[in-house]
């Protein structure tokens, strides 16, 4: 069993700042755990805006605080995300998240991430292993 809190990832190599300074995100569930799945706190900035693209995984993201516009870029189609409210990625779709305010979500991706990922130039994760 597996009991961590938030707090006690702050400062560690869980706690990933992005390189293009638009969120932060605490990874509290890695591939290393071995459950087939990753999670994740994360928290966009307010004013900010973040092009993603998961051709590698799929996501699931629940908004906990904040509000934001996702777009899927593959139809054009705008959403307005409060907490409460779910979105998921089944389909690898090409999205951009604008916050109105800072956004705070719980996020799962499968397959797990490892860690070390960030958004490349086409805002992918690249697929890594713990053997990378």
């Given at each position: 069993?597996?009991?961590?809190?938030?707090?006690?990832?702050?400062?560690?190599?869980?706690h990933?700042?992005s390189a293009s300074g638009?969120w932060?995100?605490?990874r509290?569930?890695?591939?290393?755990?071995?459950?087939g799945f990753?999670?994740?706190e994360t928290?966009?900035?307010?004013?900010?805006?973040t092009?993603?693209?998961?051709?590698?995984?799929?996501?699931?993201?629940v908004?906990?605080?904040?509000?934001?516009?996702?777009t899927?870029?593959e139809t054009?189609?705008?959403?307005?995300?409060t907490?409460g409210v779910?979105?998921?990625l089944?389909?690898?779709?090409?999205?951009?998240?604008?916050p109105?305010?800072d956004?705070?979500?719980?996020?799962?991706?499968?397959?797990?991430?490892?860690?070390r990922?960030?958004?490349?130039?086409?805002?992918t994760?690249?697929?890594?292993?713990?053997?990378?």
């Amino acid at each position: 069993m597996i009991v961590r809190s938030f707090a006690e990832l702050d400062g560690t190599d869980r706690h990933i700042k992005s390189a293009s300074g638009t969120w932060e995100s605490k990874r509290i569930v890695l591939a290393k755990e071995g459950v087939g799945f990753s999670l994740h706190e994360t928290v966009l900035y307010a004013g900010t805006e973040t092009r993603m693209w998961y051709a590698n995984h799929i996501e699931a993201v629940v908004c906990t605080e904040g509000e934001a516009e996702l777009t899927d870029e593959e139809t054009g189609q705008s959403y307005t995300i409060t907490p409460g409210v779910m979105y998921l990625l089944n389909g690898h779709e090409r999205h951009t998240l604008r916050p109105k305010s800072d956004f705070r979500c719980l996020c799962v991706f499968n397959p797990p991430v490892t860690g070390r990922e960030d958004h490349d130039e086409n805002g992918t994760y690249p697929l890594l292993t713990e053997e990378d």
